[in-house]
């Protein structure tokens, strides 16, 4: 089983759609990271949260730690946020100091639609 | 400011060769960690540096090394190349570590 799981595995949406992708943990974590990877590989990351609630535009991320489960949403989705949509996490035996190690989900396909 | 960037962006070598990749982080960035990803196994960690030191090391073999130079720059090497060597390698450059990641656009790597 992976440390790192994300449902669904793939999503469609028409524009304008309210679109949520979720993550759950099986590890000890000091931060999650949402990630988004463009078609070429780049990858952008979009949120890191320990706790709580970030939001950035249209996009927002939770996270609720005692359930080890993060969400992200996308409000008034559009086709620009078709992308492979990642979720990551620092496990927390490396929290005696800070590390870029990350354990990766294996990332949510969106496609918008027009 | 300058992006992280990866040099070179495209690279086919022969099984049995070795390569280098490069990577310049964000000026003031002074940790690099490097990522494979592959359509099989998804993205990895590889390892991390910080202040020239492996902090971390991914579960990957010993052909696979890197190392940090005194300005944050860091490269990585990969011996003896096997086909599964074939991969998109990623290398991120974080302030200290634990901190918002930026990503450089990678380095396809095919091996023949």
């Known amino acids: 089983k992976n440390e790192v799981e994300q449902s669904p595995q793939n999503l469609t949406a028409q524009e304008g759609e309210f679109i949520t992708i979720n993550c759950s943990y099986s590890v000890g974590i000091s931060a999650l990271h949402w990630l988004q990877q463009h078609p070429g590989g780049g990858i952008v990351s979009l949120f890191m949260l320990s706790s709580g609630k970030k939001k950035h535009g249209r996009l927002i991320a939770t996270i609720n730690i005692q359930e080890k489960h993060s969400s992200l949403h996308i409000t008034a989705s559009h086709p620009r946020d078709s992308a492979v949509y990642i979720c990551?996490?620092?496990?927390?035996?490396?929290?005696?100091?800070?590390?870029?190690?990350?354990?990766f989900g294996t990332g949510t396909r969106l496609q918008v639609f027009p | 400011k300058a992006g992280v960037t990866q040099t070179p962006r495209y690279l086919i070598k022969t099984r049995g060769q070795q390569v280098t990749l490069s990577c310049s982080p964000i000026s003031g960035h002074r940790s690099v960690s490097w990522y494979q990803q592959t359509p099989g196994q998804g993205l990895q960690f590889l390892f991390e540096y910080f202040s020239e030191t492996q902090r971390n090391k991914g579960n990957f073999p010993g052909r696979f090394s890197g190392r940090q130079f005194s300005n944050s720059r860091s490269e990585m090497n990969v011996s003896t190349l096997e086909l599964g060597d074939s991969a998109l390698y990623l290398c991120?450059?974080?302030?200290?570590?634990?901190?918002?990641?930026?990503f450089g656009n990678g380095t396809r790597l095919t091996v023949t």
């Open positions: 990551a996490v620092n496990p927390s035996k490396f929290v005696s100091y800070n590390t870029d190690k990350l354990i």
């Open positions: 991120a450059s974080s302030l200290a570590g634990r901190s918002p990641l930026h």
